[in-house]
T-cell receptor, first 114, second 114 residues
Framework: KAGVTQTPRYLIKTRGQQVTLSCSPISGHRSVSWYQQTPGQGLQFLFEYFSETQRNKGNFPGRFSGRQFSNSRSEMNVSTLELGDSALYLC?????????????FGNGTRLTVT | DQQVKQNSPSLSVQEGRISILNCDYTNSMFDYFLWYKKYPAEGPTFLISISSIKDKNEDGRFTVFLNKSAKHLSLHIVPSQPGDSAVYFCAASVLGGGADGLTFGKGTHLIIQP
C-alpha cells in the first residue's frame, strides 16, 4: 500500500504570496490532518478533515485554510505569506481519525518564505 | 505555554544498553499518549501508545510507562540498536477522543553509539 504522498517536497515563495500544498492519503483513509513543524515551536496541529468536512482546527490565523475532496485528497492553502510561515508542513492520514487509528505521516513539504 | 515537554533535546546511549526518553505534560485533560519516531527527511512514524487507564504498555523492545500523578511518561528501548537513532516525539490527546489534534513535544534526538 502506498504511503501518504505530499507534493511538492520543496517550495520557495516570497512574502505576500500564497501557496497551496497537496496531500494524498493512504488508500482507504478518510481522515487527513495537517501539522506545521518549526524548530522553535515543534509540531503544531493545523486542522483535520474527514469526509470533506473540517472537524477540528488548531490555533492558527485564518490565512491558513484547507479542504478535502471526495477522494480524500487534501490541500492546504496559506495566503499572504509571512517569513514566520517558513516551516515543514506535514500531512497525516488515518482511517477514522480516532484513537484506534494512529496517524500515518507523509514526508512533508518544506516551505521557505523569503 | 508548552503543554507537552521533552526537556532533553538529545540523548546518547551505547548500543545494547537501555534508552530512556522522558516526557512531561501539564494538561490534566490529556488521556491518551503516543510516541512517534522521526528520521531525517521523513515524516514521523507511530511507535507506541498508552491510554490513561493503564500505567504500562509494551511492544517488543519498546515500553511506555505512564505516571499520571506526576504527569510524566517515559519510553524505554531495550536493547538499543543503531537503527533507533532518530528524533522521538511524545504526543498527547485530550479527553473525548476523535481527531482533536495531537499536542507534540519538541522531540529528543536519540543517538545510539556503537
Amino acid at each position: 500500500k502506498a504511503g501518504v504522498t505530499q507534493t511538492p517536497r520543496y517550495l520557495i515563495k516570497t512574502r505576500g504570496q500564497q501557496v497551496t500544498l497537496s496531500c494524498s492519503p493512504i488508500s482507504g483513509h478518510r481522515s487527513v490532518s495537517w501539522y506545521q513543524q518549526t524548530p522553535g515551536q515543534g509540531l503544531q496541529f493545523l486542522f483535520e478533515y474527514f469526509s470533506e468536512t473540517q472537524r477540528n482546527k488548531g490555533n492558527f490565523p485564518g490565512r491558513f485554510s484547507g479542504r478535502q475532496f471526495s477522494n480524500s485528497r487534501s490541500e492546504m492553502n496559506v495566503s499572504t505569506l509571512e517569513l514566520g510561515d517558513s516551516a515543514l508542513y506535514l500531512c497525516a492520514s488515518s482511517t477514522t481519525g480516532g484513537r484506534d487509528s494512529p496517524l500515518h505521516f507523509g514526508n512533508g513539504t518544506r516551505l521557505t518564505v523569503t | 505555554d508548552q503543554q507537552v515537554k521533552q526537556n532533553s533535546p538529545s540523548l546518547s546511549v551505547q548500543e545494547g544498553r537501555i534508552s530512556i526518553l522522558n516526557c512531561d505534560y501539564t494538561n490534566s485533560m490529556f488521556d491518551y499518549f503516543l510516541w512517534y519516531k522521526k528520521y531525517p527527511a521523513e515524516g514521523p512514524t507511530f511507535l507506541i501508545s498508552i491510554s490513561s487507564i493503564k500505567d504500562k504498555n509494551e511492544d517488543g523492545r519498546f515500553t511506555v510507562f505512564l505516571n499520571k500523578s506526576a504527569k510524566h511518561l517515559s519510553l524505554h528501548i531495550v536493547p538499543s540498536q543503531p537503527g533507533d537513532s532518530a528524533v522521538y516525539f511524545c504526543a498527547a490527546s485530550v479527553l473525548g477522543g476523535g481527531a482533536d489534534g495531537l499536542t507534540f513535544g519538541k522531540g529528543t534526538h536519540l543517538i545510539i553509539q556503537p
